[in-house]
């Protein structure tokens, strides 16, 4: 059996099919990376930076005041999460009265970020519930204020299961 030769007319399709897959998958990956974006971190990098100095004269703050401040996050079966956060002062003493709020944040994707919703539970213990708590890597912040002034900033670590 004679076999065919390789001509001109026989490759140009095998070079438009070959070119044509390549731009295809890579057009189709482009595409579901934009889409999968999550965009941008900070807003505006200046407006940020002006910030800079506010947070470290806050932190300096929140170190001089020595608290003890504890929290424990639980995900239960249901898929929801218990937040837990017992305050104490310099002297040990239950620190009473703040407002503390939490938030669960993605690592990698602001756009499953969870609020929780703190309340005293007990002198110096609050308690919160967030719903459907995806498993896994999440960065768990805890806010305390005292008439609209933070007083408390804790940013912590915490796998879930």
């Given amino acids: 059996m004679a076999s065919k030769p390789l001509t001109g007319t026989k490759v140009f399709p095998m070079l438009v ?4 897959v390549v731009i295809g998958v890579n057009v189709t990956m482009m595409k579901l990376a934009i889409a999968t974006l999550p965009g941008t971190d900070v807003d505006s990098p200046y407006a940020a930076g002006l910030i800079y100095d506010r947070e470290i004269s806050a932190a300096q703050d929140q170190a001089a005041r020595k608290w003890q401040v504890n929290a424990h996050i639980e995900r239960r079966a249901d898929g929801n999460a218990v937040l ?12 009473s009265g703040l407002k503390f709020g939490g938030r669960l944040e993605r690592p990698t994707d602001k756009r499953a970020d ?30 305390g204020e005292v008439r609209g002034a933070r007083v408390f900033l804790s940013r912590n670590r915490v796998i879930l299961n």
């Fill in 84 to 95: 837990q956060v017992e305050a104490r002062d310099a002297a040990g003493h239950p620190v």
């Fill in 17 to 20: 099919a070959f070119f044509g």
């Fill in 114 to 143: 969870l609020a929780v919703e703190l309340s005293e539970a007990g002198i110096g213990i609050y308690r919160g519930n967030a719903a459907s708590v995806a498993p896994g890597q999440w960065d768990m912040v805890i806010e």
